[in-house]
């Protein structure tokens, strides 16, 4: 299956990737922004929208496959990166990208960002990050703060949140981000970057539910707060660092990128694709495979 | 002289009963005979106890066979572990360990022990032999060419083929100890006097078991991914295509868990390629959420489920017929898959390259409800004329398909073209929630109730489908036997032994075991009117799912128990003729 | 004057149309009357349009009723997307926004259409009376008392509960804007004259949903653990649970997936706990192996699974009743385990404290079958008399027990006695791995058999739970109607309809949905000669059930349809009429 | 349910921890030791059996509850620590520990592991890590060197493995530790200091399966190339630099403990406790428990 890669080039515009379903999330919902910038970012790359698949769980975030003219499949809850890596394996010449919230990436589907990195496909992966539990109406997330009162956490929650950032880099990603739609070219740009870095690729999105979320978690107070990790001289090639910036998640919104591989390892993909050239030639006519079997 | 021999042997994990077993298959195998090995072991995978019984013809064997004609007990307590796998009749030859002692208490109060027991000292005569207590199955194997006409050159050969990279030493060693287990035979005859007929004339054979043919029929098929997590009784159709797929173009993934398996499995097979997962029963609990989704996201798909004992961990290394209900039914909503099963070690070919054919034709998910016995038995196999398969792809959109494509249109026979991610024109949004032609989500009841209408419709043709039954016996018998599975070799050596006794039976073994195929049957069952259908669960499964869906002949019963131990030829037989005794009517 | 009026309302999410809805059915409970209140959304939870519709009734309503007597749009867009769930008739009054200009195309073309159409100016009227257009719906519960009867003081009087702690502005604002509705509503009369007529005499009543209910009842039967993961439309009884259980020495949890929800509602059972987890479709699919371990374990357990429609993601929002496979036989291996479900909000407290006592008396975990409408709508409750119920406890070990425990122990009943650790002298291997008495793992097929007859065995109590059974009409009708879950609310009026139109019918409702109460089906189908199981999902679960376990007579037919709009009365009864033209035999 | 707890003290003896059931593993495994070193913990800590549960999934190592006289619970393959979490949280006065392979912990098992840890539950998990699927005979398993030909992967793996240590101290656990039976004494110590931490306790422990392992895996290799943490300097309660050394996992067989969270904060169970304590005078009478609903 191996399509001939074509690019739209110059030709490309975000409208190029925008379907005919409108999007019925909340007004002010920050995955409008995720949206636009994910556009953006595609024309910008150019690669024709049936050459893209885009895999996603459930969850609000999770419908953004369906708002773009790409291959979508709105999956179930929490098996995005299963399912994604199926796809690139079937065939590495497709544009993979994965995207969903912070219950179906990290509570649900946590299981599965471990191996998905490990394995190292040349994937993008988005998470909108909200806090929250928007579709099912405002329980508990992994990434909720300590102590947050949700309808599942009426009393205040007894545990610590997950620390996307610091799991994924510890896990051994070879890129790893984080933006907001409060800051449209920023977020663009870091999209690009990821759909471009040759393996798994994460960006972490803080994008604001702004009917469950908090105060501190919406727009204003991203735009008041947001510290671009550029503007603080960070080496995205340090990984250390990185891993020492990223337990401030929560406590900081740092924006850009956090670690880049300056030396990124073949994919795994491209592996599977060398095997299978290797053994080609040993392949027997369909005819004579039982032939191992005879007893003579 | 015997045209049929069941050998048995049972010793601790080290002994290598199972690999003794495999030696005295090839060799009686690669003279001609029909042959099958079945090997069990204790509660845990790895570790324990461990035996095999060899079952030998002159024609084709169909199961295990039931009570042994000739036992070894290299120890007194491995060899009670086994009750019913290794069962003694007074006609049994039972050879044991001369220090082991003569049989314990606990066998004899078992009862119908046989009347000959004969003591070999055979760690002496390996360490005699051989110079090393490791070669006393070698010593085993020259006992039973000695005794029961094993072919002595065909062990010979097996033990050449073995021993050959592990250095000359071993080989000698082993030979030793054969040629010392023969002369003790021949030294010591037996007062049985069951010796094996001479092979059929020759005619060449393959040697394998169920998994080995399912892997080799997923790449005759065109399978190009296999996603899965290892799991017994299962794991080696996933080690042989991981050996093999590569030069054909395919992937294996082993995934973290077995719902990132089936997750894997389904994403290949959106973005085009035939594909395929396989697990034993706790794995087919966990990917019921995917098989749901590949049945609304219309998206083909191949699973195979090796059964064993349940529920849960249950009995991991020994056969059960279980998994029927869970294979039929565990779906949330409403959703109707294909459910196959192979009869036997070559069936497995016949019977994966059906699932792959219905999956990509009727774009489903497809069961294959294989179980330990058939998966992992080892047995001779007919050569199989693999030029008669035609091998179905999927229904590609045309181009006018493509001007405004629909996925999901509504068709005559429910089947839509089906695109996939790189293929211009075809983007759509596949989904796990309802959706409607074009496969955008909708909440509607009655787009809703159409695309059920079209799920279940286009499965119709498999109503049909005579090609995937089994029909034996003259049509108007009054008495029946219905049997699938592994259980279905068991029915039909006893359909076979009733019908030489002259009883009016017949003998229904369906492959395709969900939806029933209620023209099939209803023709099969005309006539019937007492019978027994015979599978190995507690609950008997199919019974009560052909109760649902068609109308029984009152005297049709279950005939079924607990998995573990297969059913024997001679209680079908037995059950089947109280039946008829009870006559007709 | 009407003893029974249905209304109904659609807007976009915003409109508040869901809101509106509970002060409506707040203001006629609390004046005495019956009601019921069910909404529906789009095909996501959250997000897009909603609509609900409120029966209220001088007698007690079963169901959501049939086509409207009143219909609000707020905008044309949003009502069409709610086709039968918002059914209209020439009889309907059907209200909508003026500015939104006449019905449009796509409604006249359903047909149906109702002969009085009334436009009012909403918008303008909300704003010229309050100034902003948020109090909308407040206009529209003003046009609702003018024009129908609705009690005006308790519509006020919700408004003041609702916006008290809101600040005044918005309380008053609010008052304007209903007072301007229903001023609007008398300047204005309608031809039609469907008043409510006043309500029976005042009893108290509990004003909740099934949700509600069943969380409750879970604390009241002494539930001290839930584990879970949010789902719609379960995930309020995580909600209200983990709001109370503390209280009472109990713990929520919430897990990260259903795996781990059910996996640790499970250990805190063996810990010896009553515990719980709830769940909808696609949660039943993940907690399959575990509820098979429970099984084998012999752990109390209850797991609820409120059915949405399917498959896969299917219509999160909608009921069906297409869960009963699922929860029947999802399991590998044989299993037995007790299903049961509420057909209305208050039966869900009666059902709840049931499967508790199922679970701990039989060691075994329960399902119980919600669905969606039952879960989420909101209904008028006679109270509960909580001292006619028992509370199960498992069964201790005694001293002798403990001398050389056997937590598998055969006993007569199957039921072994139980116990948990910190218990000292009771320490046993818990496994899902067969057993034998002891917990000590087996590979025997023998043990393994008497195993699973104990399991299946400690059940058979079960078949004789008439209480678990409603069954109405005269014991020797020749027709009948069986129906469960949700839609038996919808077979109770058919059957009353059909009762005073003089048809020999009667009625059976089962709580018991699994195992098949042998003796009472058979008992209440002696005398029946064509009949519907009614049940709202494609394949008519329950009916195939039915015939797998029974001989049915051949005239009892399934009448079902797939899930999102339950049936209505008059479809029940209609088909139940025309079996009977027909006649019998 | 509280239970009075009770201790044997000085009268435990291992024996008193060890069943009458024999245990079934392959001559040589490296469980056996553990199942000595468990013994031997035990008996310092002195907890009546019949107060410990012990909860396990499936695999050679996970078989080890049914060798002591506690309360086992050998369940099904990765969900050893939901399980264990219901139990301790049902009652907290319980010894809980949990034990399993790798293949348990970190593969299927995986997703459990992070939620466990930030819940921080008074629990000991014990993983017996032997770079393979032992029970089932040999495949690749989450922690196999990257390259390795197995059943699974007869031409060599091509994902790099997991890193339990890491991943752990990641996820923010308290307390991180390796050892091997190869160092029996250490092990034992190791056991105890993890159970008497009061928090989530992770010992790694390097326990060869002779039957399907490397060369490099084996007590022999053990014995020749284990470094003491002790030996080195390192200073359990430095986080980064147990990070830091962690990232050796798979090159390095450290020993000791890696991390012990010199400030244990208040453990789950004891939140929950006192939540219920404070709740408790709020109970109604069940009789009252539906006046809420009451419209009047
Ligand atoms: C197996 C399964 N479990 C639970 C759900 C219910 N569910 C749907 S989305 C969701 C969580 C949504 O949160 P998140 O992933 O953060 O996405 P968001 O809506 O916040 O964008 C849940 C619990 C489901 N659909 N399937
Ligand atoms: C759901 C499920 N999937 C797969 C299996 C098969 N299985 C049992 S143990 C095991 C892995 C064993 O490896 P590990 O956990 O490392 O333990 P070890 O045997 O090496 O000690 C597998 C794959 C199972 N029992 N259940
Ligand atoms: S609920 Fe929150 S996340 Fe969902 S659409 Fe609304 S604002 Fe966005
Ligand atoms: S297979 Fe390996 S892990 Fe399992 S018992 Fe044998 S040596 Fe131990
Ligand atoms: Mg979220
Ligand atoms: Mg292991």
Redesign the interface.
């Known amino acids: 299956m191996d399509t001939a890669t074509t690019t739209c080039g110059a030709t490309a515009t975000p409208k190029d990737y925008s379907s005919a379903l409108k999007p019925i999330w909340c007004p002010g919902c920050g995955d409008y922004g995720v949206l636009q910038a994910l556009y953006r970012a595609l024309a910008a790359i150019g690669r024709p929208p049936h050459e893209i698949a885009f895999i996603s769980g459930i969850g609000c975030s999770s419908r953004i496959p369906g708002y773009t003219t790409a291959y979508g499949f709105n999956s179930v809850h929490g098996r995005a990166l299963p399912i994604a890596q199926g796809v690139k394996l079937a065939n590495p010449d497709l544009q993979v990208i994965v995207a969903g919230g912070d219950g179906d990436g990290f509570s649900i589907g946590g299981g599965h960002v471990a191996h998905a990195v490990r394995r190292n496909l040349d994937l993008t992966y988005l998470v909108m990050d909200n806090q929250v539990y928007g579709l099912t109406k405002g329980q508990l997330s992994p990434t909720s703060p300590k102590g947050l009162a949700t309808v599942t956490s009426p009393l205040g929650s007894l545990e610590e949140p997950i620390n996307p950032l610091l799991y994924t880099l510890a896990y051994g990603a070879g890129f790893v981000a984080q933006g907001t739609p409060a800051e449209m070219p920023g977020l663009t740009a870091l999209i690009e970057q990821a759909i471009r870095y040759p393996g798994f690729a994460f960006v972490n999105i803080q994008s604001p539910c702004v009917t469950f979320g908090q105060e501190e978690q919406q727009m204003r107070a991203h735009k008041a707060h947001l510290r671009p990790l550029a503007s603080l001289g960070h080496d995205p090639s340090d990984q250390l660092r990185a891993l020492d910036l990223a337990r401030s998640y929560g406590k900081e919104l740092h924006t850009g990128v956090l670690y880049r591989n300056p030396n990124p390892p073949p994919t795994y993909d491209a592996l599977v694709r060398e095997r299978q050239r290797a053994l080609a030639p040993e392949a027997k006519d369909r005819s004579r495979l039982l032939d191992v079997f005879l007893q003579k | 002289m015997v045209v049929d021999l069941v050998l048995g042997m049972a010793g601790s ?2 002994d290598g009963v199972v690999s003794a077993g495999e030696s005295l298959l ?1 060799a009686v ?2 003279h001609g005979y029909h042959a099958m090995m079945t090997k ?9 106890e461990s035996s095999c019984r060899v079952r030998v013809g002159t024609v084709p064997v169909h199961n295990p066979g039931g009570a042994l004609d000739a036992a070894v007990a290299l120890n007194w307590e491995d060899f009670l ?1 086994f ?3 290794l069962e003694l009749a007074p006609t049994t030859v039972l050879i044991h360990e001369a220090k082991a002692g003569p049989p314990p208490e606990a066998l004899v109060r078992r009862g119908a022990m046989p009347t000959e027991v004969v003591a070999v000292p055979i760690t002496e005569l390996t360490n005699q032999s051989a110079g090393t207590e490791k070669a006393k199955t070698s010593v085993v194997l020259g006992l039973l060419c000695g005794w029961f006409g094993v072919p002595e050159d065909g062990v010979r050969r097996g033990l050449e083929k073995k021993f050959a990279k592990k250095g000359e030493g071993l080989l000698e060693t082993n030979e030793r100890a054969l040629k010392a287990g023969i002369e003790h035979a021949l030294a010591n005859p037996l007062r049985s006097t069951k010796r094996l007929a001479p092979p059929p004339t020759h005619s ?5 078991d169920g998994n ?2 399912c892997a ?1 029929a997923a ?2 098929a065109g399978c ?2 296999f ?1 899965g ?4 009784p299962s ?1 080696e159709v ?2 042989t295509l ?2 093999e797929i ?16 089936i ?11 035939k ?1 395929m997962t396989a697990t ?3 794995g ?3 990917k ?3 098989m ?2 590949a ?3 219309e998206l083909p798909l191949v699973i195979l ?1 090796v ?1 064993r ?10 056969s ?1 017929q ?2 029927l ?2 294979a ?8 109707l898959r294909p459910v196959l099963a192979p009869i036997s070690v070559g069936d497995t ?1 016949r019977v994966t390259v059906e699932a792959f054919n219905l999956a990509e034709h009727y774009q489903t998910p497809v069961i294959i409800l294989s179980d330990q016995e058939v998966a992992q038995r080892k047995e ?2 007919e ?2 004329d ?2 008669r398969f035609t091998i179905e792809e999927r229904l590609a959109p045309s181009a006018s398909d493509l001007v405004d494509y629909r996925r999901f249109r509504h068709t005559e026979s429910g089947v839509s073209p089906i ?16 959706h409607n032609e074009k496969g ?7 787009e ?2 159409r695309m ?2 079209k799920r ?1 419709k286009k499965l119709e043709p498999l109503q049909h489908r005579r090609d995937l039954f089994d029909v034996l016996g003259p049509s108007d018998a009054p008495f029946a036997l219905i049997s699938w599975g592994s259980s279905a070799g068991v029915a039909r050596e006893a359909f076979e032994l009733a019908r030489a006794k002259g009883l009016a039976v017949k003998l229904l073994i369906p492959r395709l075991l969900y939806p029933i195929a209620v023209p099939v049957y209803r023709e099969f069952l005309a006539s019937v009117e007492a019978g027994l259908v015979v599978e190995l ?3 008997g ?1 199919l019974h ?2 052909l ?3 068609l109308d029984l002949p009152a005297g049709l019963r279950s005939f079924c ?5 297969p059913f024997r030829p001679d209680q079908v037989l037995a059950e089947l003729e109280a039946l008829a005794a009870v006559g007709v009517k």
């Open positions: 994990g080290g090839a195998s690669s069990s072991f204790g509660p845990q995978i790895r570790g324990g572990k009750g019913a796998e060449p054979k393959l040697l394998c080995d043919l080799t790449l005759f190009k991914f996603g997590y290892p799991i017994t794991t996933m080690q991981a050996k590569w030069k054909y173009g395919g992937t294996v993934l082993q995934a973290e868990d077995e719902i990132a398996g997750g894997a499995a389904l994403g290949a097979s959106f973005a085009g390629l594909s034993s029963g706790p087919m609990a966990l019921t959420e995917i749901g989704l049945s609304i996201a489920d059964q004992g349940g529920p849960a961990t249950g009995l991991p290394t020994k059960e279980a998994d209900f869970q039929a039914f565990s779906a949330h909503g409403d959703v070919f001779t196999v050569p199989i693999t030029s695109s996939h991610p790189g293929l211009a024109g075809g983007s759509y949004l596949g989904a796990g929630i309802e955008d989500p909708t909440a509607s009841g009655a809703h109730a059920n209408e279940f669960s507690h609950q499964q009560k799912i109760r649902m869906q128990h607990s998995g573990a131990t």
